[in-house]
């Protein structure tokens, strides 16, 4: 079974800078697209960062217009990782962010890890 753990949460304050990585297991096909989410309190899920894969190839990366310019992802299929690099934090960046992998019509997602920006 595919299984997707998350892990680079946790508090800084405002400006500052967190690495996300979300590291995969079991088989997975060589198209996919890896993708974060966040949800924060009271607020509906939503999409952060999208990335796809073919074999080895990078393929199209694409971003909220909320965080454009700030984060950044990027994948390591060689280890099965991929990563959310995020700048210039703001305290509405707080939430609960979640690691999604899609192929072959199959959707995966981690537990997720919390992200606090404190002003």
């Known amino acids: 079974q595919v299984q997707l753990v998350e892990s680079g949460g946790g508090l800084v304050q405002a400006g500052g800078s967190l690495r996300l990585s979300c590291a995969t297991s079991?088989?997975?096909?060589?198209?996919?697209?890896m993708a974060w989410y966040r949800q924060a309190p009271g607020n509906q899920r939503e999409l952060v960062a999208a990335i796809t894969s073919v074999g080895n190839s990078v393929g199209n990366t694409n971003y909220a217009d909320s965080v454009k310019g700030r984060f950044s992802i990027s994948r390591d299929n060689a280890k099965n990782t991929v990563y959310l690099q995020m700048n210039s934090l703001k305290p509405e960046d707080s939430a609960v962010y979640y690691c999604?992998?899609?192929?072959?019509?199959?959707?995966?997602w981690g537990q997720g890890t919390q992200v606090t920006v404190s002003s």
């Open positions: 079991g088989s997975i096909r060589v198209f996919n697209v």
């Open positions: 999604n992998l899609k192929f072959s019509g199959l959707t995966y």
